[in-house]
């Protein structure tokens, strides 16, 4: 059973930082791949940022040069470093996996497996 807990959301002022940790486990984490996916209220999901099995990352162009995406597989943890922060960040952020390969889709990339999610608040 493949289950994903995110932890590291909360509330920082806009031009601040956060960090976000997922720990996954029910899968080879080594092998697949993770990303970030946020939704806020009354917008369309967008995909964050993406690292495959071999460490390469990709970003929307709207986190680019701000956010961050790592992992560590020792410990089957996932991260987003998210700095200079804007108020359009706030959202629901969600720690996302594909066993194997993710495709890129409308939005972003194709994800089979998501968290619980944890909330990013970001004020003016």
């Known amino acids: 059973q493949v289950q994903l807990v995110e932890s590291g959301g909360g509330s920082v002022q806009s031009g601040g930082s956060l960090r976000l940790s997922c720990v996954g486990s029910g899968y080879t984490y080594s092998s697949a791949c993770m990303g970030w996916i946020r939704q806020a209220p009354g917008k369309e999901r967008e995909g964050v940022a993406v690292?495959?099995?071999?460490?390469?990352?990709d970003y929307a162009d709207s986190v680019k040069g701000r956010f961050t995406v790592s992992r560590d597989n020792a410990n089957n943890t996932l991260y987003l470093e998210m700095n200079s922060l804007k108020p359009e960040d706030t959202a629901m952020y969600y720690c996302?996996?594909?066993?194997?390969?993710?495709?890129?889709?409308?939005?972003?990339?194709?994800?089979?497996?998501w968290g619980q999610g944890t909330q990013v608040i970001v004020s003016s």
């Open positions: 690292i495959k099995s071999d460490g390469s990352t």
């Open positions: 996302a996996a594909e066993p194997d390969s993710c495709d890129e889709i409308k939005g972003g990339w194709y994800f089979g497996y």
